[in-house]
């Protein structure tokens, strides 16, 4: 099978989560192209076959989602996003001419593949909020109806979604399926441990939080993110390094990061509680949190206080031991279900496409 592969390059777990699914795809003999962007083309290129494009950012500052800087930085790329357009149409579509597109959340490959009338499959974790039912506070609806339509705008017209989630609800279609995070195989290997430390993750700077944390004098916090190896008080940061961060992941006695899936899933299936302190502004990360204060296996952080921060210290011996109940992380059903679409010239995954056609299902 030929397979157009769209990658998000927006933060690393997409890259991560695409790239366990394509070492499958390539491995079971299938002819596979990656469209990606940023992190997604840098975290890809050496391992596949990747058409690097022009992709949209979120722009940040504080934990706060930025529209003045998500605006500027995102308009500068329009020029450069129409020649990637076209890239990706002239040498992916039409020249290699894929029998199925997947997509984690990159929309020049959804529209394009609509376009072709090519069968477009989703895995990602964004379209729990699209296609999962789940309880949302009042102050949330706004944000929850506004997210649903970007994303229903990014992918517009999906013919089967393969949705990754630590929480399961009901389905608003049939062409929706609900799977368990995709964790690295690097973290699968991990045999996890119990040190004192407490891992913090930033990947654009939270410098009110850290603030706070220098407040725990006896807590030790070791700090990803900041790009640099300094010792301050009880913050002790530690340069980007992916083996010195699953060794400090799968001893930690527990972690404080932004919500976002990635962290949380390995998090999880590593059994470490996790204060998740949502971005403002992403409802995503504040739908991620909300469902991990209802598991119980950590906190909702929004906002992120002394009390917060406090609160959760306190209650990490009880978030530990409902964790030991936690399903850790199985990739197989997945894999299956993907195998599953595209056997027979992807006959099932045509299916889907001709069945949203008839009901005429263009959510």
Do not use: W
Not at 210 to 228: A, N, P, Q
Not at 274 to 300: C, I, K, R, V
Not at 342 to 352: I, K, Q, V
Request: with cysteine; net charge neutral.
């Amino acid at each position: 099978m030929r397979i157009v592969y769209g990658v998000s390059g927006e933060g690393s777990g997409h890259a991560a989560r695409a790239g366990v699914v394509l070492a499958h795809l390539v491995a079971r003999g299938h002819e596979v192209k990656v469209a990606s962007y940023d992190r997604g083309s840098r975290a890809l290129r050496d391992q596949f076959d990747v058409l690097e494009i022009e992709g949209l950012s979120i722009g940040t500052a504080d934990n706060q989602v930025s529209l003045v800087k998500t605006f500027t930085e995102n308009i500068a790329k329009l020029s450069d996003g129409v020649r990637s357009l076209r890239a990706l149409k002239s040498g992916l579509f039409e020249s290699f001419r894929p029998d199925v597109a997947i997509t984690d959340f990159e929309p020049m490959t959804a529209y394009l593949a609509h376009h072709f009338r090519v069968p477009l499959v989703t895995i990602d974790n964004q379209h729990a909020m699209r296609y999962v039912e789940f309880a949302c506070p009042s102050e949330l609806r706004r944000q929850a109806l506004i997210t649903a339509n970007v994303i229903r705008s990014m992918v517009p017209k999906p013919d089967v979604s393969l949705v990754t989630t630590f929480q399961r609800g009901p389905l608003k279609n049939r062409r929706t399926f609900l799977f368990a995070p995709i964790v690295r195989p690097a973290v699968l290997a991990l045999e996890p441990t119990h040190s004192e430390h407490v891992l913090v993750y930033f990947t654009k700077g939270f410098d009110s939080c850290l603030d706070l944390m220098r407040g725990f004098e006896r807590e030790h916090f070791v700090v990803y993110g900041y790009d640099r190896d300094a010792r301050e008080g009880n913050l002790q940061f530690k340069r980007a390094s992916n083996a010195g961060f699953l060794a400090d992941l799968a001893a930690a006695r527990a972690v404080i990061s932004t919500a976002g899936f990635s962290l949380l899933s390995e998090a999880l299936h590593l059994r470490k509680p996790m204060l998740a302190l949502p971005m403002q502004g992403q409802f995503e990360q504040e739908l991620n949190a909300l469902l991990l204060d209802e598991s119980g296996y950590g906190a909702n952080g929004r906002g992120c206080t002394r009390e917060t921060i406090g609160a959760f210290l306190e209650r990490v011996t009880d978030y530990a031991s409902n964790l030991q109940g936690y399903e850790r992380s199985d990739i197989g059903p997945l894999l299956a279900k993907i195998d599953q679409l595209l056997a027979d010239g992807a006959a099932l995954a045509r299916d889907f496409r001709v069945r949203r056609d008839e009901l005429g299902q263009l959510a």
